[in-house]
């Protein structure tokens, strides 16, 4: 299915939040007030690397309108957080690793005043040595961060000989590849409102991919049980992984329990930048050797990955990273290995492609130099070597038979830029020094959080007062279209209208623990619990309608506003929905004899195969862009885009749409602008005034997508997920597609104009080089 703007519409479905956010009439997290609330502030570390002598808070506690100030002496319960490994301190004891490290917080009666106490508090510091290479941190002599010392984790995956196998190959490339500090840039920065209640308990209004896991972490440095702690983290203004793990909340928790009163924290953009997570910079160096006639034999591939302070989900990083260093080609001989470092730059997790799009980059550009050395059209090439329908995963596990990588080879084939490119050298009136070029690249992304991890869900539907279907789900809307999707699904399975329906997200104390909303699994999730709901749900609808009108059950089905006769329902259907239902939805709720309700709890569908982290479901992904490259400039401009997305049924077409093109957007930050540049630990880039991201003139005029959803007959795993999957394929492809137009490699992201600018020359070009 070709997917438009204008094909999308034609199935067309207004998002529940819609409205809202297009007035501006959404209310956010960071949004909400209370009366006799304070405002937060938390104090960050002047060094990037130092131990703490002393912290005097004396005199900003004296500061009228102060109402509590916090040190690590105030922490009740373990001083630690992390999602997997607690590594990194609430409020710093006696040393600091990097810029973003709190040593205090202080709640206060105004925005103002909050200020001014930081400003009061006396931290004395002894400097230490910064270590901001990881390949320096690595050294024997090297300062250690923590005690187990730099080396946070390592992946090691080996098939076959592939030094050995080297020997044997007519054609061998070897390249390093570099990747930035990218910034999830959210539009709507980490912050939240804490309320100590009255009871005793403690409501807390803060953006989060994983609710229950907040309330976990909370529960533990808060010394409190976990069910006296509310977690609501619905709607988000964006997060792309960079709210998955604890930002301001344990600051928030404990300046409202010390004060007695309600307080809101909301960093502003440099408050952001030096203390939120970003995209980790890799060092991937690969090496590639292929046989005379074009097959992959050997594959080598080193990975340092820059974690820098603390840990998060670092190691989960480089585990999906490990993995998908081989995509989606058939290797006899493989050596990888990969060292994730602790360093004293800002600290690195999760982030949308989860370690995918830095070693996708690397991989694509050895595919497309061993075509060169080989002489062979890189699409070809490709081809020859692509994975076939039931070959096992890149680590040899166990996986889902798919046809994707094949199916999207096929489309980006057909595509209209791609059958440009033979033609793309022979334009004429074009400037002698604006070159263009077309590149493509294929990629496999894994679903759900591998083998080993835990990865349950589940949810819950029930006939409430109210006379709606409430489903509730543990899971967060943060602008992907979680809500939309569910709403179709629920319209679908019941054949009922919107107004039928209440959705219950994000709210740990009205949704069950669902997992995260993360690793491209929540439609996959919501689509194989509602399965195993639905009959069992209506089952108990049409009994209890039984026994209110005497109608024998087989002969009801669940429609709009209530139960009807089968025999009745198409018709009513045909006339607008002007007749009445046999029992509406109130009624069933107001005479049933007992609650209607169902649950589900299940696991993400994970390899049997005992290889950690490695992944069951994949989607696959193909694009081909057309890039304009001004070498007076060194400026590139993507002309077209051209996606194929093999993930199943499409649920949600204009959300389908709109996560591919959005993901896009921000892979063209990754590949041509974005990096959080750092010098001595300290961030170069503090405010977006100097960390650009794509906008609306950067994004191509021409977007187009495929979506493909057959699947191998008798699957039983439905729509895979695509939140991600838009960002991991785009940097090769523009990076081949310059490498077309200027006859230039890249290595190193973003695509920098000193790279590409050059001295004019009417007879030079690459293969789409524009003549004038």
Known sequence: MLLTKETAGTRWHIRPDGPEKVTGALSYLTDRHMDGMLHGKVLRSEHAHAWILSIRTDIAEKLPGVRAVITCKDVPGMNR???????????????????????????????????????????????LPVLEDPEEAMKPE?????????????????????????????????????????????????????????????????????????????????????????????????????????????????????????????????????????????????????????????????IIADTGAYATLGPAVLNFATEHAMGPYRMIHVDVEGVSVYTNNGVSGEFRGFGGNQVIFALEGQIDRLAAKLGMDPWEFRSMNLREKDDPGPMGQRIVATEGARQVWNSINQSDVWLRKASCGSREGQLPWIHRGIGASVAMHGSGLGFG?????????????????????????????LLSTLQIMLLDHFGCDKEDVEMIIGDTDRAPHSGSSTASRATTMLWQALQRMRQPFVDKLLKEAARQTGVAAEEMETGPRGIWMRSELQAAKEEGNKSVPLVTYKHLADEAQEPIRVASQIHFPTTPDAVVGGHFLYTYTGVAVEVEVDTLTGRVRVLDQFHAVAAGP????????????????????????????????????????????????DTPAKFSLEAIEELPEGDPYGPRGIGEIGTVAVAPAIAAAVRDATNRWVTRLPITPEQLIETVDLGKGGGCYEEG
């Not at 990097?98 to 930081?118: F, Q, T």
């Not at 409430?464 to 279209?481: C, D, L, P, T, V």
């Open 81 to 127: 957080f992390g999602i997997a490994i607690p590594d990194q301190p609430v409020l710093c004891e006696d040393r600091v690793r990097y810029v973003g490290d709190a040593v205090a917080a202080v709640a206060a009666d105004s925005l103002d005043i909050a200020e001014k106490a930081l400003e009061l508090i006396e931290v004395t510091y002894v400097q």
């Open 142 to 302: 090297a300062l250690k961060l923590h005690p187990s010392g730099n080396v946070l984790h390592r992946t090691n995956y080996k098939r076959g000989d592939a030094e050995a196998a080297f020997r044997e190959c007519a054609f061998v490339v070897e390249e390093t590849y570099y990747t930035p500090r990218q910034m999830h840039a959210y539009m709507e920065t980490e912050g939240g409102l804490f309320v100590p209640e009255a009871d005793g308990r403690l409501t807390v209004y803060a953006p989060t991919q994983h609710g229950y896991k907040d309330r976990m972490q909370l529960s533990r440095i808060l010394a409190m049980p976990e069910e006296d702690i509310r977690i609501v983290s619905s709607p988000i203004g964006g997060s792309f992984g960079g709210k998955d793990e604890l930002n301001i909340q344990p600051f928030g928790a404990l300046l409202a329990l010390k004060s007695g009163r309600p307080v809101k924290i909301h960093q502003n953009r440099w408050e952001s930048v030096r203390s939120g997570l970003k995209r980790h910079p890799m060092k991937i160096t690969m090496r590639t050797g292929a046989n005379a006639e074009g097959r992959l034999v050997a594959h080598q591939v080193r």
């Open 453 to 481: 991890l835990p990865d349950f869900g589940g949810g819950k539907l029930c006939l409430n007062r109210s006379g709606k279907i409430e489903a509730a789900f543990g899971y967060e809307e943060f602008g992907q279209g």
């Open 650 to 697: 499409v649920i949600n077409p204009m959300g389908f749409l709109g996560q591919i093109e959005g993901g896009s957007s921000m892979a063209l930050g990754f590949t041509l602008m974005e990096d959080a540049l750092m010098v001595s630990g300290h961030y170069v880039t503090r405010n977006l005034d100097a960390y650009l991201v794509p906008t609306l003139p």
